[in-house]
């Protein structure tokens, strides 16, 4: 489930290497000293918080009301606790813009060493960041993801996204605790300003497409729907998955929910070649697609 959200100015820059080294070293202390307290699922939790996270990175030393305490503090505890995982049983992948695209692949590696299937947590990385960004239009643009895991299964994001009509970020706070559905209400709680109208042309402000909402259940069953019957009319139904695994080759999912498996791979990335039975067409497929987007939805 989505534990919550935070909106701070957006600013640029860096934090200067000085302060960071000092995050941190912190960081990881104040880690280490939870982990023996509480275990490491606390960490998890207390992580996905959006209001202790904002004030761990008051104690680690960061401005308070700045977009940069996402991307800062989330960056420093990955570096805090590189060495340390398997000590701590907590594991970092992903960061800002480039390095957020990442993230499948450092979850395998780590996933590797610790002989455990990487799939479902490749899974909740790629969907919490589609929600977020397709399925639930706000007006804020994804641009940092990060993601932590322990051993046992037990996930949480830390993502933020940017509004350059409002100068304003917006943090999602995710933890797997609990999560029954990625596409229906998955979100514990929602809360802040406004969003920008969706486009320039709209007159509507404030306007959110909320795809997962319980009260759009009719259109991603509609949206399944219409796929299944595109695939049945095709005189070539054949899908290009981005990655080259035959979902053909993958059992039928299960209910829509958080156990419904990516794909062959694992990696969960899908477009519309190789043939695809209908019953892969449900609305968790139809989001975590590549082909599907804002614009799409809209």
Known sequence: MRTGSA??????????????????????????????????????????DPHWFQAFGCVLGFDWHSSGVTTTVTGALKEGLRGTEHELGIYAGGGKGAVSRRTPGEIVTYCDRLSIDARPLVYASRMSAKVDSAAVQDGYQLYHHAFFFTPSGGWCVVQQGMSDATGMARRYH???????????????????????????????????????????????????????SARSSSNSPRCTPSQPSPLAAAPPPPP???????????????????ACPRSTFTPSFVIRSTWYSPSLCR
Request: hydrophobic fraction near 45%.
């Open 7 to 48: 909106h701070l100015p957006l600013h640029g820059g860096r934090a200067p290497a000085w302060l960071f080294s000092r995050m941190v070293r912190l960081a990881r202390e104040i880690t280490a000293h939870i982990v023996a307290e509480y275990g490491s699922e606390e960490v998890l939790r207390r992580l996905s």
């Open 174 to 228: 995710w933890l797997a605790a609990q999560l029954r559905s990625f596409v229906n209400e998955p979100h514990a709680a929602v809360c802040g300003q406004r969003a920008p109208a969706l486009s320039a042309q709209s007159s509507v402000e404030g306007a959110t497409l909320n795809l997962v909402a319980e009260e759009s259940a009719g259109t991603r069953a509609a949206s399944a729907f219409s796929l299944r």
């Open 256 to 274: 829509d929910d958080f156990r419904d498996p990516p794909d062959a791979t694992g990696l969960g990335r899908v477009s519309i070649g190789v």
